[in-house]
């Protein structure tokens, strides 16, 4: 039986001056400048889970018997357990139909505002702001939220976490693209790889973009 082949992740790489920032903030600065129409916003984990934990917020903090027993849970006591998403699929799956009937994107705002403050497992307060969510709204497919929330439900103590670094948006075309920095001698590991790879397998516009460092010379010969 032949070896089904991992699908091929997209890679690029971009040669910048030596800063004294972090990677991820030069990069960030470049795509910005590059393509001003565009918004670049540095998010790692948070916007995706914040999607999904104001999506699912009535599967995840269903009452199901063992999940709270006291008044100080941030989030249900089997999160992490491997029956945690069967027991609520019925839930999961009224949920995501809000999804498929475009009813998400009020839904998702309307809770970002009514449950402010209150402590979850998913959800970054203060990480994003009503406009970002707004932009990732407009610009990600609810289609696509589907595939990355299903994925972080196959396993959430692996899948809620190694998403990209940067998102970038093109609110006038509604589109985006997500984007994994690495520096010089980092690369993606194991968890991140699998997500690209699956990324990959179901089309959506996720990049890795490897920084090298131009040596002072080239940099030298650039400006004069």
Sequence with gaps: MPTRRAPRIGIDTL????QATRVELAALA????Q?????????????????FGLLCWEAIFAPLPGAF???YHHGPADLLAADFHERRAAVFER?????????????????????????SPFVYWGALDRDTLE??????????????????????GVHGAGFPDLVQFWPAQRRYRMI??????D?????????????AAHGLPMRVLNIRWASPAAVDSVRS
């Design 30 to 33: 470049h795509l910005q400048m």
């Design 15 to 18: 040669t910048l001056p030596v």
């Design 69 to 71: 027993f006291h008044p």
């Design 135 to 156: 932009q990732a709204l407009r610009c990600i497919p609810a289609a696509h939220l589907e595939i990355f929330f299903r994925w972080m439900l196959k396993d959430l």
């Design 180 to 185: 994994e920095i690495k520096g010089p001698g």
């Design 95 to 119: 949920c995501f139909a809000q999804l498929r009937s475009g009813a998400h994107e009020q839904l998702i705002l309307r809770r970002f505002e009514a449950k402010q403050g209150i402590q």
């Design 187 to 199: 690369r993606l590991q194991e968890n991140q790889r699998r997500l690209f790879e699956h990324g």
């Design 35 to 51: 393509e001003p129409e565009s918004r670049v916003y540095w998010v790692e984990n948070a916007l995706l889970n914040s999607l």
